[in-house]
Every structure is written in structure tokens, then in C-alpha cells.
């Protein structure tokens, strides 16, 4: 009996996460233009990068890349990682600011006022802004492959998808603190961009890990963005790392409990202070 009331509670949990994605989709399909902009603005955003390097560079091949990581074609180099970054991104805007649009509609005590803990109402956030980052990504590699022909190995796929897929983990904890930060600040932004700012440097998007001062290279790798590209890039472009894969997978897990551990209870904090602070539904 209690397995079964066990399967029950999460098969509940299961329909409102899914039912909170539904209802972001139909929300974001009723604006269709927007929806295109949103599809086409990674590829405006990553095409200058992209030109700027291969003009720099004198070509799309640098002997300098190779020597660092092992792989000479700047153009996969740089895509593969703006592509992946994309779902940091989606951590720290995509679900920070899904507080504040339920604060602007005037639904978020209505929301929060259903039968289900509040992490599910995030992951249901998290499950749509991750559907979304895939659309994303695959307008950019589609773009980019038809312009320049990305060069990769089809076998490395299916790992990268893995290392990816642990990342993700790690960011749904970081995605949580960016929303509890919206309950206090109501203009979450300013935290997202900050952290946002920080992690993009941080982590090797577009150049080498090699080329950060030492002391930056020590915080990298502790940020999980930076196992989650260069596993990816290992695989799909042969990438040397400083460390084997097998580490990089240890690290990401735990970097993934850490983060989303701290995610929950951070959240849980913050709810509970502005609820009973009567503060919640403050605009």
C-alpha cells in the first residue's frame, strides 16, 4: 500500500509538471512573432562571433587552437560552445524570470496555492525552457552547418548528449536560486545578470580553458558549465581536457548535487520568509 500511495503521489507530481509546461507553451505560442524572434535571435547573436574569428583568425582553422585543445576548426569550436551555453542561459533567465511573469499575470499565489510542493511548479518551468533551448539550438546548428558545415563526429552524439544532460542537473539548482531571488527582489534580473556576466567568462565558451589567468582557471573548475562544454567538445571534436572523462563526469555529479541541493533549500527558505513576511504577493 504505501508503494502504491508512493507511485501515486509522483504520478501527480508528473501530470502538474507537465501541466505547467503545457500551459507555458500555449502562452508562448499565442505570440507567434515573438516565438520566431526567439529562434532567430541566438543565431544573430552568435554569427558576429563567429565572422570576428574567422576574420581574426585568417581563416576558419587555427594552428594556435590546435596547439591548446587538440582541434584546429575555430568555427565548430565556437558554435558548439555558445550552443551549450545556451542552457545556462535558460537557467538563469528562462526560470528566474518565470516568477515574475506569474507576478505580472497576477497568478503566482494562485499557483503557488496548488496541492503540489513549489519545486514542482519550477520543474515544470525548467521542463518548458528546456524544450524551448533544444528549438533553439537546433535553428543555430542548422544555420551555422548550412553556412559554414560544422565538422563533428557523429559518434560523439550520444556521450555529449550525457555530459549535457548532467549539466543540466546542476543548472536546475541554479535556476531555482536565480527564481527564489525573484520572491525578495522582484527584479530578479539584476542577480541573473550578475551571476550570468561572472559565469560566461568563467567558463571556455569560445576560447580555450588554457588562455584564463591562473587564478580564473582555478574558479572554472568549479563551475559545472565548464565540464558540461569541454565534455561535449571532447566528444564531438576530439578536445583535450585537463583532466579524463571519467572525472568529468564524477565532478558534474557532484557539482549537480551540490547545486540542486542548494537550489531546494535556498527556495524553500525564501518562500517560506516571504510568506509568512506577507510579502509574496508585493510587486
Known amino acids: 500500500m504505501a508503494d502504491s500511495g508512493a507511485w501515486n503521489q509522483v504520478r501527480h507530481y508528473a501530470r502538474a509538471v507537465w501541466a505547467e509546461n503545457i500551459k507555458e507553451w500555449k502562452l508562448e505560442l499565442t505570440y507567434p512573432a515573438d516565438f520566431a524572434r526567439s529562434l532567430i535571435d541566438p543565431v544573430v547573436y552568435l554569427l558576429p562571433y563567429l565572422l570576428y ?10 594552428a594556435n587552437l590546435e596547439r591548446l585543445v587538440g582541434t584546429s576548426d575555430i ?49 515544470g518551468m525548467s ?4 524544450l524551448h533551448q533544444f528549438l533553439m539550438i537546433a535553428s543555430q546548428i542548422i544555420f551555422i552547418t548550412l553556412l ?25 539548482g541554479i535556476g531555482m536560486i536565480m527564481a527564489s531571488t525573484t520572491l525578495i ?8 545578470e550578475a551571476l550570468g556576466s561572472i559565469l560566461m567568462v568563467l567558463t571556455p565558451i569560445a576560447y580555450p580553458l588554457a588562455v584564463l589567468p591562473l587564478l580564473m582557471q582555478k574558479a572554472a573548475l568549479a563551475v559545472p558549465t565548464t565540464y558540461g562544454i569541454l565534455a561535449a567538445r571532447h566528444f564531438l571534436l576530439g578536445e583535450a581536457m585537463p583532466f579524463t572523462v571519467g572525472d568529468a563526469f564524477l565532478r558534474l555529479a557532484v557539482l549537480s548535487v551540490v547545486w540542486v541541493v542548494a537550489g531546494l533549500v535556498i527556495f524553500a527558505v525564501i518562500d ?5 513576511s506577507g510579502t509574496l504577493s508585493h510587486y
Open 53 to 62: 574569428g574567422v576574420a581574426l583568425v585568417g581563416g576558419r582553422t587555427s
Open 75 to 123: 568555427v565548430s569550436f565556437v558554435t558548439l560552445g555558445y550552443v551549450f551555453i545556451g542552457f545556462m542561459n535558460m537557467a538563469l533567465w528562462a526560470m528566474g524570470f518565470s516568477l515574475r511573469k506569474e507576478q505580472m499575470y497576477g497568478t503566482l499565489e494562485s499557483v503557488f496555492a496548488a496541492p503540489v510542493p513549489r519545486w514542482v511548479f519550477t520543474m
Open 127 to 130: 521542463m518548458h525552457s528546456i
Open 148 to 172: 559554414f558545415s560544422i565538422r563533428i563526429n557523429p559518434l560523439g552524439l550520444l556521450p555529449s548528449l550525457a555530459a549535457v544532460g548532467v549539466m543540466l542537473l546542476s543548472l536546475y
Open 185 to 192: 527582489f522582484k527584479q530578479g534580473w539584476l542577480i541573473s
Open 272 to 276: 517560506r520568509w516571504t510568506r509568512r
